[in-house]
């Protein structure tokens, strides 16, 4: 069972599963790169207490794409724009793009962003041979 009272970071031949209880406590940054050993672009969980902004800034290469899993979270964007979003709310952010992420709700926001360069691999998924 992943996300038990225990730690259940399990990893095998090629993968890895953990619950993101089991990557830390109380507000900030959850590795998840790190603790599942993903080489291929960044990824990281935080944890935002109600009322709290993440700092202002941007990158020099890394395009981020932010999912919001729990709580309401408004995005302020360089050019002024607020979007605010919910539960399974998505937004894309370009690397020169200066934002800021800001809990909006009375209780924990918690979302997931994935940060990479290079561009798109594409569709390279196949069925092993033996079936």
């Not at 259940?8 to 599963?17: E, S, Y």
């Not at 830390?24 to 993903?38: M, Q, S, T």
């Not at 080489?39 to 941007?58: E, I, K, Q, Y």
């Amino acid at each position: 069972m992943i996300g038990g009272m225990a730690d259940t970071t399990a990893t095998g031949d090629g993968w890895a599963v953990a619950h993101l209880d089991d990557l830390g406590d109380g507000p900030g940054f959850r590795k998840i790169r790190a603790r599942l050993g993903v080489t291929a672009f960044g990824v990281n969980a935080v944890v935002l207490p109600p009322g709290t902004d993440s700092r202002r800034h941007f990158h020099d290469r890394q395009q981020e794409l932010y999912f919001v899993h729990a709580g309401r979270v408004a995005f302020e964007f360089g050019d002024g724009a607020v979007r605010e979003l919910g539960p399974g709310g998505l937004a894309r952010v370009d690397a020169a793009t200066v934002r800021c992420l800001r809990n909006i709700g009375e209780e924990d926001a918690v979302y997931v962003c994935v940060g990479g360069e290079g561009g798109y691999v594409g569709r390279d998924g196949r069925a092993p041979d033996d079936g």
